[in-house]
């Protein structure tokens, strides 16, 4: 079978990785993909958002199945574009999108359908926001509605604080995304991944896992994409992860069912788990970067399979995953996340990829003149498996030192949290 992958982060790397190992896959697609990419399977230069132009392509290599890897195509429509064409799809329909597409929706889900999640109320109207942060007091969580990158959070911590993050909003800080404002209940615990394949109809647990947002060691700092991750997370114990499913994502796939839009693809429930068990902070309908990494690092089954299986509705019972620990440290270009500068040199990848059980996935790179070099916030990917958490992350940043790039950084904590359990 050909096979389409969209997309070109580190994600999208460690995708292509598994699923050229399919024994079902004849020639692998990245569109636009990365010098990472290039190096297992044959990067397109094909623009997601236009429709025409990926079914076009399809047709003319004869793709018989459509990956896409980040939210935006599929929050745009691209799954139910392709299936109108007649050509298979991993991930949700537009209407399913929703889940990541609209914090509002997501919530009221929850409400209807009694999914466990922080108290809420929605918001088109600044005077009424504000009124409602000042009577609910701090702390509290003030939301852009739409798709904001990652940046439409305020965890709020004072009042004046959930102020400002209520005049920012409806100031029009996040254009259109912000147009609405979710406010929530502030939420204590620790703060865990959980990912499961969803076929329409059943939901399948794929694994746990946890990143670390903020930019700089103790995590602190402005939030990022994430600057490291690790699977399994010890906090999502065996029971912590039945509860998720029987609570959180059944119920879910269950409620999607329902209301006409079934969810197809993986369904990313970002989590608080706290004293009264799991809650559920947001969803995302696509696998997280870096956390599909580490996921990734742990698969002995068949992605293709297990992703094919989501599409045709015919789920198997078990995912084969190691019960290893995988770790990613993330080297990004120094600035980011801010303006991260681009074009530092890049070598000695090879030398990491010699360490028994590291590996290494490219997001933000690009060859010049023969050269690879920074081209982007997050720039490279260092993924170590190993028996320990602690022995992955050690063994991980041998790989990071192995490689040379001296205009990019790295936070040398991660893990610590699930070390010191
Ligand atoms: P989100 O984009 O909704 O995942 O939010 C970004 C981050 O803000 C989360 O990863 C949490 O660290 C934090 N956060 C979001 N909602 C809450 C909440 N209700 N209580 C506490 N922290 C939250
Ligand atoms: N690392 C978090 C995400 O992919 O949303």
Not at 213 to 234: F, H, L
Request: glycine share 12%; with cysteine; hydrophobic share 45%.
């Amino acid at each position: 079978m050909n096979v389409l992958l969209i997309g070109s982060g580190g994600r999208e790397h460690a995708l292509a990785a598994a699923l050229v190992k399919s024994p079902q896959i004849d020639r692998l697609f990245v569109a636009p993909g990365n010098p990472g990419t290039a190096k297992i399977a044959e990067n397109v230069a094909l623009d997601a958002a236009d429709f025409d132009a990926v079914i076009a392509f399809c047709r003319v290599q004869g793709i018989g199945f459509v990956v896409i890897g980040p939210e935006q195509p599929l929050v745009e429509g691209l799954v139910d574009a392709l299936e109108a064409a007649g050509i298979k799809a991993f991930g949700p329909s537009k209407a399913a999108a929703r889940l990541e597409g609209s914090k509002g929706f997501t919530k009221d889900l929850c409400a209807k359908y009694n999914i466990p999640t922080g108290a809420y109320e929605r918001f088109t109207d600044r005077a009424k926001a504000l009124a409602y942060v000042r009577e609910k007091g701090a702390p509290i969580v003030v939301k852009a509605d739409g798709l904001a990158a990652g940046k439409g959070v305020v965890v709020a911590m004072t009042l004046d604080e959930a102020e400002r993050a209520v005049d920012s909003l409806f100031a029009g800080a996040f254009g259109s995304a912000g147009a609405e404002a979710v406010i929530e209940e502030y939420l204590d615990g620790e703060e865990a991944s959980f990912f499961a394949l969803c076929d329409g109809e059943r939901a399948l647990a794929f694994a746990s896992a946890q990143d670390h947002k903020r930019v700089d060691e103790g995590d602190r700092g402005p939030n990022t994409g994430g600057m490291g991750a690790y699977s399994p997370a010890p906090v999502v114990t065996p029971e912590v992860g039945a509860r998720v499913m029987k609570e959180i994502i059944e119920p879910t796939v269950a409620a999607m069912m329902a209301e006409g839009c079934p969810f197809k693809g993986v369904l990313f429930a970002g989590l608080m788990i706290g004293k009264d068990g799991p809650k559920l902070i947001e969803f995302n309908t696509r696998f997280g970067d870096p956390e599909c990494q580490v996921m990734m690092a742990r698969l002995e089954d068949d992605l293709l399979g297990l992703l094919l299986a989501c599409a045709e509705g015919n789920l198997p019972d078990e995912v084969q995953l190691s019960h290893k620990t995988a770790l990613t440290v993330v080297l990004a270009a120094q600035g980011y996340p801010g303006t991260p500068k681009k074009g530092g040199r890049i070598d000695n990848i090879e030398e990491a990829e010699k360490i028994p059980g590291v590996s290494v996935t490219h997001a933000g790179t690009k060859m010049e003149n023969g050269q690879l070099v920074a081209n982007g916030g997050r720039v490279l990917n260092v993924i170590a498996l190993a028996d320990s958490v602690a022995e992955a992350q050690a063994l991980a940043y041998r790989g990071v030192d192995a490689i040379d790039f001296p205009d990019g950084f790295c936070r040398r904590d991660i893990g610590w949290r699930a070390i010191g359990r």
